[in-house]
């Protein structure tokens, strides 16, 4: 069964103009995003997570089961703050 991870209701990718970094924003916090985070958040188009880790791992020339798990890491931390759902 394929995990689709997703922005729950209320969350959304932003880009803070006075700081000029891309942030996620979710009910009454922010999380200001480096550079890759902002790039596996990007992703969240309804794909699978592993179409999503082929993608960045084709993107940034990089092992999938590196990339992979560096995702899942990112994604899982994301899910415990309540800022993404898994769906099957």
Known sequence: MALIPRLPRGVRLHHD???GVPVLL???R???LDEIGA???AELDG???DEIVARLAVRYDAPVAEIGADVRDFLDDL????LVDYHA
């Open 79 to 82: 899910q415990t703050q309540r």
């Open 26 to 28: 979710g009910p009454e």
């Open 47 to 49: 794909a699978a997570l």
């Open 17 to 19: 103009r006075v700081r």
């Open 30 to 32: 922010a999380l200001i």
């Open 39 to 41: 790039a596996i958040l």
